[in-house]
């Protein structure tokens, strides 16, 4: 307890960390008080138990509601959350394995950089025309007519249809200025605090329905918190999972000294895609909502809208171990890797330098992939099996899945963030041991 003091007391030593933890927490709580801003023209007191919150109280609509922190069901100004954003960047990292021209943008550095990102606001803004008047259609169908102040109007319409995509917009604006000014991943963690906001209900709920309808008790509680437990370590474990390669540096002396001619490691992550592939499988899950206006009552909405299906279930987890394999394809470059070393004088033993280097990298990289996919794969699906042995609907989304898979993952990258200030200015990290584990530097 005492180390933990001290590191606290350590970080608020550090001028710019403590900016940029309190630049977070700002922009942060801006995000979560607009959460409970209702759309301009609806009555807020007709929201309350209405059909709408009925509606996201399970199922498919229910994790939408958990990713916008409860904004979905509250009708906010930022009801659609960041979730169309991601989906416009995975249709542009797509098109740059496709198109030409955005595979030159890729190679461009900070410019190619800063143009696709004006296209994935481009392209999210065409997505936002799509979503936000079905989710306006959805409002008419599950709120009953005295909660729109002006009616079924077109005024509403157009104005609710703007101040929607402006609320995503400046989401998105709060995410890409923590990534830059903050710490962590901006987006990440604005999808993980609307998951932490939603925890105390789904556990109070969870509660109530030990003590009441599910029955069990106290003990089937205990029980089950002991599970959530062992399935957080399992993936805390699994996000932390390295294949080491062995580096050796040739002997080199200048002057008095020697340099080289040791031994090191290169810690090739099993799951080195992170929590973006489960992000995208679920962005792609939730396509089909959209084109039934959110109504999963009937055809592809119905197949895919019910979370704890065997077909959504069986999609779900291919399509996050296609997406493991395509994010670990474009975010790890084995062949600068190989050149990397080949420039400082390493080789991996038995192994010749150039091509048959990043050959072998690459070969290590998809077997290990393979299992790491599939566990993965099997995290993305546990809910299913908490809500088979009686877990509240609500609370089983936290047992696994892109909610537990966001926590841990966006949780780790934070804490290895302050670590590297940490470290930088000499001061002990996070750990006992003064590094974390599983870190790429």
């Given amino acids: ?43 807020p007191e007709a929201l ?30 930022f009801a659609l959350g ?20 955005f595979q030159k943008l890729q190679k461009e550095g900070e410019s190619g950089r800063r143009k696709i990102n004006q296209w994935t606001r481009y392209l999210t803004i065409g997505i936002l025309l799509l979503q ?21 109007s077109f005024l509403f319409t157009f104005s609710a249809t703007m101040v929607l995509i402006a609320g995503t917009m400046f989401v998105m604006w709060l995410g890409e200025k923590i990534t830059d000014k903050g710490i962590g991943n901006g987006v990440s963690l604005i999808i993980m605090i609307g998951i932490i906001a939603r925890l105390p209900h ?34 805390i474990a699994l996000v932390q999972a390295v294949r080491k390669i062995p580096v050796q540096y040739a002997k080199r002396i200048v002057g008095n000294k ?28 939730m396509l089909p909502l959209i ?7 009937q055809g592809l909405g119905a197949v895919f809208g019910n979370i704890y299906g065997f077909w959504y279930n069986l999609v779900f987890g291919i399509l996050v171990m296609a997406f493991t394999y395509f994010y670990t394809a474009i975010t790890i470059n084995t062949n600068q890797m ?15 330098p150039g091509k048959q280097t990043a050959s072998y990298l690459d070969t290590v990289m998809t077997r290990i992939t393979l299992p790491g996919s599939i566990c993965l794969a099997i995290v993305a699906i546990l809910p299913v099996f908490a809500h088979m042995i009686g877990v509240d609907g609500q609370f089983a989304l936290f047992y696994g899945g892109t909610s537990l898979l966001i926590l841990v993952g966006v949780v780790l990258d934070t804490l290895q963030q302050i670590e590297s200030h940490l470290l930088l200015r000499h001061y002990d990290g996070l750990m006992k041991s003064g590094r974390m584990k599983g870190r790429m530097n």
Avoid: W
């Fill in 258 to 285: 020697q340099y080289g001619g040791v031994r090191q490691y290169i810690p090739l992550k099993i799951n080195a895609a992170g929590v973006m592939p489960i992000i995208f499988a679920q962005a792609i899950m």
């Fill in 338 to 352: 190989a050149d990397d070393m080949k420039r400082n004088g390493g080789f991996i033993p038995g192994i010749k």
């Fill in 291 to 297: 084109f039934t206006k959110f109504e999963a009552t």
């Fill in 1 to 43: 307890m005492k180390k933990l003091i001290d590191t606290i007391r350590n970080i608020f030593k550090i001028e710019e960390l403590r900016n940029r933890i309190l630049y977070t927490l700002g922009l942060l709580l801006i995000y979560r008080l607009g959460s409970f801003v209702v759309l301009p023209g609806l009555n």
């Fill in 48 to 77: 309350s138990g209405s059909g709408l919150q009925k509606q996201t109280a399970d199922g498919i609509l229910g994790l939408l509601d958990i990713f916008s922190g409860g904004a979905f069901s509250n009708a906010s100004i």
């Fill in 202 to 235: 789904a556990f109070l709920a969870e509660l109530n329905a030990r003590f009441t309808t599910a029955g069990g008790g106290f003990v089937m509680l205990i029980v089950e918190l002991v599970l959530l437990f062992l399935v957080f370590a399992g993936t």
């Fill in 132 to 152: 936000a008047p079905a989710y306006l259609a959805n409002l008419h169908y599950q709120l009953p007519q005295s909660a729109f102040v002006l009616g079924n």
């Fill in 82 to 101: 960041i979730m169309p954003y991601i989906s416009a960047s995975i249709v542009i990292q797509l098109l740059g394995i496709a198109i030409p021209y």
